[in-house]
Every structure is written in structure tokens, then in C-alpha cells.
């Protein structure tokens, strides 16, 4: 953050001109001057610099998030493929070792098979939901800080605003009074 510098001649040569006299406009320059010298404003350079820090940390926080997603995704579909390759030998066994009895308990074996299927397109549906979940609260979070961070730059911008137009508006009252 830098101190914003003006030209104090210029502005005493303006109010000279405008009507107020020459030590009157002196004064009212060095008062402005020294008020505005200590103060440390946001330049536009300095927002660019944390909007650029913002939009980088964002980014770096969306492709980590984007890592775990898709390290989640893999994991989940080797433990969907192992789950699925254990049923598959665990029905071959079954249909092996029982041909006969699969004939008279056809009706029962559909049934568990049925909801073992059910069950695991639930849980991959539930893992599927709480995925999104997360992932929609912590967008929803980083949404939130951004707002934060823009708010308090608004604030700051607006509040060294009002302060050096009221330290004009001193100087200037200062250096009027009869």
C-alpha cells in the first residue's frame, strides 16, 4: 500500500484562484499534504495483487479438489470392480456347486441377487450424493470467503476515502476560520 502524492503547488496555485488567500492555500496544501502523506491507501495495483493472490488460491484449491474427486472416483469404481468381480465368482461357485438345487431355489437365488444388487447401487448412490455434498459446502465456502475478502476491501477503500475527504474538509475549515 503506498501514500497517495499530489503536487501541493498545483493545488495551492488552485485555491489561490478560486479566491482564498495566498497563506490560506499554502496551508490548507501542507495540511492536506501531511494528512494524506501517513495514510496508507490501496493503490489499483495492490487490488489487482490480491484479486491475482484470490484467483490463485482458488485455483489451487479447485485442482486439489479436483485430485481428490477423481482419486475418489478411481478408488470407488476398483472397490465397485472387486465388489462386482467377488459376486460374480461367488455366483459361479454357487451355480457350480449347486446345479441342481438352483433349479428348485431358482426364485430365491434371483431374489438375493436382486438385492444385493439394490444394495449396492444404494451405497454407490449414497457415496455418489455424499461426494457432491462436500464438494457443493466447500464451493459454497470458498464462495463465501471470496465475498468476505471483497468486503473488506470495499471497507478499507471506502474508509480511507471518507478519511481523506474529511481531512480536506478539516484543513479546509482549519484554515477558513477567520
Do not use: C, W, Y
Request: proline fraction near 2%; hydrophobic fraction near 50%; aromatic fraction near 4%.
Amino acid at each position: 500500500m503506498n501514500a497517495v502524492p499530489f503536487d501541493t503547488l498545483k493545488l495551492a496555485r488552485g485555491l489561490e484562484a478560486a479566491g482564498l488567500a495566498a497563506p490560506v492555500a499554502a496551508g490548507t496544501a501542507e495540511a492536506l499534504a501531511e494528512a494524506m502523506g501517513g495514510a496508507d491507501l490501496a493503490t489499483r495495483s495492490d487490488v489487482t495483487a490480491l484479486g491475482a493472490d484470490t484467483a490463485a488460491t482458488i485455483a489451487a484449491q479447485g485442482a486439489d479438489l479436483t485430485g481428490k474427486i477423481t482419486a475418489l472416483g478411481v478408488d470407488t469404481a476398483a472397490k465397485i470392480a472387486a465388489q462386482g468381480a467377488d459376486l460374480t465368482g461367488k455366483i459361479t461357485a454357487l451355480g457350480a456347486d449347486t446345479a441342481a438345487k438352483i433349479a428348485a431355489q431358482g426364485a430365491d437365488t434371483n431374489a438375493r441377487i436382486a438385492a444385493q444388487g439394490a444394495d449396492l447401487t444404494g451405497k454407490i448412490a449414497a457415496l455418489g450424493m455424499d461426494t457432491n455434498a462436500k464438494f457443493m459446502a466447500m464451493r459454497a465456502d470458498f464462495t463465501a470467503q471470496i465475498e468476505l475478502r471483497r468486503r473488506d476491501v470495499t471497507i478499507k477503500f471506502g474508509t480511507m476515502t471518507f478519511l481523506g475527504v474529511g481531512a480536506i474538509l478539516g484543513a479546509l475549515h482549519f484554515m477558513l476560520r477567520p
